[in-house]
């Protein structure tokens, strides 16, 4: 069984920075490729970014958030970062934290999710 806690989140201004933390308690935390998702009040869930297995050097964003965003991991560590600059109040959202196979954009390709941490950003 894997499990996913997110932290990091928080009340910030818009321009400010946060940088959400997922740790996993999985063995092979380096064979699953990381994502993180978001849904706004009313909203769906969105892909926000997602890192390959291992290195983790391929990497894709939501195109609102290139640029400003960065995900990042530390096998060692068993977490995976997110670091959003430039924050805007449209970044208000639940994030979660996704493990799964695949480097993927898409929700149902992750097979273990986190409870989610609150990013709220006022204007």
């Known amino acids: 069984q894997v499990q996913l806690v997110e932290s990091g989140g928080g009340l910030v201004q818009a321009g400010g920075s946060l940088r959400l933390s997922c740790v996993a308690s999985?063995?092979?935390?380096?064979?699953?490729?990381m994502g993180w998702f978001r849904r706004a009040p009313g909203k769906e869930r969105d892909f926000v970014a997602t890192?390959?297995?291992?290195?983790?050097?391929?990497?894709y964003y939501a195109d609102s958030v290139k640029g400003r965003f960065t995900i990042s991991r530390d096998n060692a560590k068993n977490t995976v970062y997110l670091q959003m600059n430039n924050l805007k109040p449209e970044d208000t959202a639940v994030y979660y934290c996704?493990?799964?196979?695949?480097?993927?954009?898409?929700?149902?390709?992750?097979?273990?999710w986190g409870q989610g941490t609150q990013v709220t950003v006022s204007s």
């Open positions: 996704a493990a799964g196979p695949l480097t993927a954009k898409k929700a149902y390709s992750y097979d273990y």
């Open positions: 999985v063995g092979t935390f380096g064979s699953k490729a």
């Open positions: 890192i390959d297995s291992w290195s983790g050097g391929i990497t």
